[in-house]
Nanobody, 126 residues
Framework: VQLQASGGGLVQPGGSLRLSCTTS???????????IGWFRQAPGKEREGVSC????????YYEDSVKGRFTSSRDNAKNTVYLQMDSLKPEDTAVYYC?????????????????WGQGTQVTVSS
């Protein structure tokens, strides 16, 4: 299942952005059957897991550095998953990706793939 992230941009420190995760136009994939993981990769750094939202009960899991600032949610009617990012910091600058996971396991953040789909650039800078 290939997904595409959008909604990135340039924002000042302390600002907010909302990222969206959707399927491609010609896809009939229903996102509510999948857990959705958000990952990011900053220049020169390893890709890291940011958030996972489960399909069954909407439970969410966050990487420690974004807890309390990022919120993942679903809109099943729009077949879209969101990542609301508040109180952004320069260290949040990265390309963000979303992926479909079977579920948010204890090791969801270790997910890896040869094809991460379309990411979206988030730049936090004054």
């Amino acid at each position: 299942v290939q997904l595409q992230a959008s909604g990135g941009g340039l924002v000042q420190p302390g600002g907010s952005l909302r990222l969206s995760c959707t399927t491609s136009r010609d896809s009939f994939v229903t996102l509510d059957y999948w857990a959705i993981g958000w990952f990011r990769q900053a220049p020169g750094k390893e890709r890291e897991g940011v958030s996972c939202i489960s399909s069954s009960d909407g439970a969410t899991y966050y990487e420690d550095s974004v807890k309390g600032r990022f919120t993942s949610s679903r809109d099943n009617a729009k077949n879209t998953v969101y990542l609301q990012m508040d109180s952004l910091k320069p260290e949040d600058t990265a390309v963000y990706y979303c992926v479909a996971l079977a579920f948010c396991s204890n090791t969801w953040y270790t997910y890896n793939s040869d094809d991460w789909g379309q990411g979206t650039q988030v730049t936090v800078s004054s």
